[in-house]
């Protein structure tokens, strides 16, 4: 049947015989799954899929097979052959977010301070999430004491990572007084809900730090996501 036939027998709801087509996706919601698939030069809308993981990755201009029974239809999956740079389609999303702070305070340990906090966003189809994150701190000691800093990442709520480093009174002839931090964090979030919460944080050990201009922190996350069902 070409684009010039008759299109109704594809929609006919009294047409009992099972029917295999080849459509092509006009538009794909990867977070949902809305769609609009072009069958013969007509058009069908939210299009039921098989649940696998290369779902997620149709896009417009993608060719699809279908099957349908009178007015339904299910989308099969992705047509492609050999050396096809369809064939190996991605059935994963990503996501990443990053943040820069500075001018902020500094309790001493046993709290940690804050100091910066990015949110990823979770697809509505994922439950597992690979989640990495990088922070750096440079931190000035605003005191007249030698003290140390610990600078830490949390992912979800968990710590992880922490990265300490001594820091000479202020005004030390020898600059000590900066210094810099650098902590990694890596972690399988199971269930992750809507959003992922990342944050950087430092404390002191000996003495709280006030408001410094001098401190800055910069942080980056990267979440991996996937559907396990």
């Known amino acids: 049947m070409g684009v010039t036939d008759n299109l109704a027998p594809l929609f006919d709801p009294e047409n009992p015989n099972v029917r295999f087509r080849q459509g092509t996706v006009v538009a794909w919601d990867s977070e949902t799954g809305a769609n609009t698939i072009d069958l013969a030069g007509g058009e069908l809308t939210n299009v039921k899929v098989l649940t696998t993981g290369e779902a997620i990755a149709l896009k417009a201009g993608h060719v699809v097979s279908l099957i349908g029974q009178g007015s339904t239809w299910w989308i099969l999956g992705r047509i492609a052959g050999f050396g096809d740079p369809d064939f190996a389609g991605s059935s994963v999303s990503f996501a990443t977010n990053f943040n820069n702070t500075s001018n902020f305070a500094i309790a001493k340990s046993p709290t940690f301070s804050t100091v910066a906090t990015v949110v990823l966003s979770v697809p509505t189809w994922a439950d597992e999430a690979l989640v990495t994150v990088q922070a750096a701190f440079s931190l000035h000691n605003p005191t007249g004491t030698a003290d140390w800093?610990?600078?830490?990442?949390?992912?979800?709520?968990?710590?992880?990572?922490?990265?300490?480093?001594?820091?000479?009174?202020?005004?030390?002839?020898?600059?000590?007084?900066?210094?810099?931090?650098?902590?990694?964090?890596?972690?399988?979030?199971?269930?992750?809900?809507?959003?992922?919460?990342?944050?950087?944080?430092?404390?002191?050990?000996?003495?709280?730090?006030?408001?410094?201009?001098?401190?800055?922190?910069?942080?980056?996350?990267?979440?991996?996501?996937r559907s396990t069902v």
Not at 200 to 221: E, K, M, P
């Open 149 to 225: 800093a610990n600078g830490r990442c949390a992912i979800g709520g968990t710590a992880f990572a922490q990265s300490i480093s001594g820091f000479a009174a202020n005004g030390n002839v020898s600059n000590g007084d900066y210094d810099n931090l650098t902590c990694l964090a890596a972690q399988i979030v199971s269930s992750p809900g809507s959003s992922i919460t990342v944050t950087a944080q430092v404390a002191t050990f000996s003495n709280a730090w006030g408001a410094d201009a001098n401190n800055f922190c910069s942080l980056a996350a990267t979440a991996v996501y």
